[in-house]
């Protein structure tokens, strides 16, 4: 086995158990290891600190497998699967009733599983692996086989595309890992609501399943609303804002595909196809023109892609958000409510919160927070690496 050793000083973040190592905190390299092999890392002074793989591609260079001096292999990762696993159905009954006739989960959350770089999503029967790094990549078929060991289940599909693989030297991969997949359209029940969710195209692994929590509240806030829903995607706030007794629908979003799979949605749950409307359109231009045309909302969603996924471009990204914010509590009437979101990671939750604030202010609204927002249990943030959080969202009132 390979081994880094670290500069002088360089070993703090590993005693504090981050599991990253950059590439400037390492001395030298031992015993030439290979991409995704298990290396030792090393203090200056040859203390055993960390067990981990190695990303010569990455200026993460290293991701931690285990503090301890044990073996990386099967009966390693077969472990911490299960532990995976198990931790996820009593963190679902936590979060209410309704969660519990879910069949969409993320069952691996990477860092925060202790398997870096992999993720693994269910949907009803179908598991959708994402591997995003060198070490994920090495170890990704015995992984396959320990997932259909833990689970029963037999089809693995993988949607290995995420850019962030270019980093690690990866290329994009796509496909059936294991099992027979005919029909990469799936259909999952959540709070009572069902959902087709494209695991070969869909963003991410196909489904929004970190904002499951934040469903259930727009449903609970959504009765006799008018709801505009911003960046809509396969409309999961819409079904639940319908589900909530809104008086009135639009969604918005730029992907003509994910308008679509939006509309088969409504269908699926038996709503009338004019329950809701959608529009095919840049969400900072839409808004533009309702202002202009005076349109009004009681409900305003925004859930808009990651503007910044690192804190160097928090700045370009805060403009984005407050521009949009700002728009939104103008369309609001008041007594409505801007349900809004950022899952960039360079944006943390108070930036965020100040930026909604700089975006009332200029606005002219009187608001107040009903409620803080962020991932659903499934998508847990070890305590060690406080990056695995990145969504946040308000729920503000503007009173005036
Ligand atoms: N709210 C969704 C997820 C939103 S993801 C859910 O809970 O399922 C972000 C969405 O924004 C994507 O569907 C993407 O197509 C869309 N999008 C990105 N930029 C946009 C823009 N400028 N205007 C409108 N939609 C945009």
Wanted: charged share 25%; glycine share 8%.
């Amino acid at each position: 086995m390979g081994a880094l050793i670290l500069k002088p000083g360089r070993e703090k973040s590993l005693l504090r158990r981050h599991p990253w190592i950059f590439s400037g905190a390492i001395e030298r390299a031992e015993g030439e290891p290979a991409a995704g092999g298990t290396v030792d890392l090393l203090s200056s002074n040859g203390e055993f600190l960390a067990r981990a793989a190695y990303s010569p591609h990455s200026q993460i260079r290293a991701r931690v497998w285990t503090f301890t001096d044990e073996p990386v292999d099967n009966d390693f990762f077969r472990k911490r699967i299960h532990s995976a696993i198990a931790a996820r159905s009593p963190f679902l009954l936590a979060e209410g009733p309704a969660v519990k006739s879910t069949d969409a989960v993320r069952l691996i959350y990477a860092e925060s599983d202790g398997i870096p770089g992999l993720i693994v999503d269910r949907y009803a029967d179908t598991l959708v692996l994402q591997s995003l790094t060198a070490g994920s990549e090495v170890w990704k078929e015995t992984i396959a086989d320990l997932l259909i060991e833990a689970t029963g289940l037999k089809d693995i599909y993988e949607r290995s595309d995420a850019d962030v693989r270019e980093l690690e030297g990866l290329q994009s991969r796509t496909g059936v890992l294991r099992g027979a997949i005919a029909d990469s359209q799936v259909t999952i029940h959540e709070h009572g609501l069902k959902f087709l969710v494209n695991i070969a195209e869909g963003h991410k692994t196909g489904f929004y399943l970190d904002q499951r929590l934040n469903r259930q509240s727009v449903r609970e806030l959504a009765r006799g609303r008018d709801v505009l829903d911003c960046f809509c995607y396969t409309g999961g706030f819409m079904l639940n804002a319908l589900a909530g007794e809104a008086k009135s629908v639009v969604g918005v979003d730029s992907s003509a595909g994910a308008l679509a799979l939006a509309r088969q949605n409504v269908l699926l749950n038996g709503y009338p196809e004019k329950s809701v409307s959608f529009l095919e359109g840049d969400v900072f231009q839409l808004l533009r023109k309702f202002r202009d045309e005076n349109r009004s909302f009681d409900m305003i969603i925004l859930d808009p892609p990651k503007f910044a996924p690192t804190a160097a471009q928090a700045e370009k990204a805060s403009r984005g958000y407050k521009d949009i914010n700002l728009l939104a509590f103008k369309l609001l009437r008041p007594g409505g409510v801007l349900v809004t979101f950022s899952c960039s990671g360079g944006v943390d939750a108070a930036l965020f919160q100040k930026i909604v604030a700089g975006a009332a202010l200029d606005a002219g609204a009187e608001a107040q927070i009903l409620g803080h927002l962020s991932q659903a249990a499934d998508h847990p943030v070890s305590l060690y690496f406080p990056e695995a959080a990145y969504l946040k969202g308000l729920v503000c009132r503007k009173t005036l």
